[in-house]
């Protein structure tokens, strides 16, 4: 059973930068994988998704040209560079694995069958 861990997340300020990792363990992340966040008092959302073989990458609207998601498959990790941040941005950072290498990469929750714990952005304005 894959477990997955993330890390990179912070305090930081307005227009600052952070790199967030989502590594793999107990097995192989060579699968769709995604980031979502979940603002405080908001639901889970969709961030970005990447296909088993880095592509059909697909950003959510608030974030792309801002946001890049890339893996690094022999590294069993995932990535999400977060560029020109704002206050908005703050939320719970979660990766997750949909099991398939079939289709396209999917943006609902409810297609991932692994998740991390969580990792806190906190973007000061």
């Known amino acids: 059973q894959v477990q997955l861990v993330e890390s990179g997340g912070g305090l930081v300020q307005a227009g600052d930068s952070l790199r967030l990792s989502c590594v793999g363990s107990?097995?192989?992340?060579?699968?769709?994988m995604a980031w979502f966040r979940r603002a405080p008092g908001k639901e889970r959302e969709f961030v970005a998704v990447i296909g088993w073989n880095g592509g059909s990458i697909y950003y959510t609207d608030s974030v792309r040209g801002r946001f890049t998601i890339s893996r690094d498959n022999a590294k069993n990790t995932m990535y999400l560079q977060m560029n020109s941040l704002r206050h908005e941005d703050s939320a719970v950072y979660y990766c997750?694995?949909?099991?398939?290498?079939?289709?396209?990469?999917?943006?609902?929750?409810?297609?991932?069958?692994?998740w991390g714990q969580g990792t806190q952005v906190t973007v000061s304005s």
């Open positions: 997750a694995l949909d099991r398939t290498r079939f289709g396209p990469a999917r943006r609902t929750q409810g297609a991932y069958d692994y």
């Open positions: 107990g097995g192989t992340i060579v699968y769709h």
